[in-house]
């Protein structure tokens, strides 16, 4: 199985012409919007307030494995620094979600729902939904599986007229 990493997903796109220059303004508008907040998503994640406390947490959770043990959890000694760093990470994370991650996901719905112009545009949505978490899509107005396949029946019935 292939896994889209923020990397790839740029790169098929610059790569790729027919992704980014459809002809249909509605699909380059949406992409475009995506991969914008997106990228802006994914720096958050390894450089942002997000990415910062998170560095933070893995360095204390390793300072504290390293001086209490791997169930340093259970221990007193390490309650109060644990704590505090659990909260800062979680409260990171629901500022990242309502700053950054909500956003991208509804750009990644609206791509989505677009049809796909043609069938680089349709294998890119499957990368898109195979890339966002399956529980995102829960709240879709439309089933993923069936946009996918309507993209594919409408591109097959164009290729042949």
Not at 35 to 62: H, I, Q, S
Not at 75 to 101: K, M, N, V
Not at 137 to 161: G, H, I, N, T
């Amino acid at each position: 199985m292939t896994h889209v990493t923020p990397a790839s997903i740029a790169f098929l796109v610059a790569s790729n012409p027919a992704l980014a220059n459809t002809g249909s303004a509605e699909w380059d508008d949406r992409l475009a919007e995506y991969l914008r907040l997106d990228a802006l998503t994914r720096a958050d994640l390894a450089f942002g307030p997000f990415g910062d406390a998170n560095e933070k947490f893995e360095w204390t959770k390793y300072s504290l494995e390293h001086k209490y043990g791997t169930s340093f959890e259970r221990d007193p000694r390490a309650a109060a620094e644990w704590s505090e760093t659990f909260d800062r990470l979680h409260e990171a994370e629901q500022l990242h979600f309502q700053a950054r991650g909500k956003h991208s996901w509804l750009a990644a719905c609206e791509l989505c729902l677009t049809p796909a112009p043609n069938l680089s545009a349709a294998l890119f949505k499957i990368e898109v939904i195979k890339r966002e978490e399956r529980d995102c899509f829960e709240d879709m107005p439309r089933d993923p599986m069936e946009l996918v396949q309507e993209d594919m029946d409408r591109l097959r019935k164009e290729s042949v007229a």
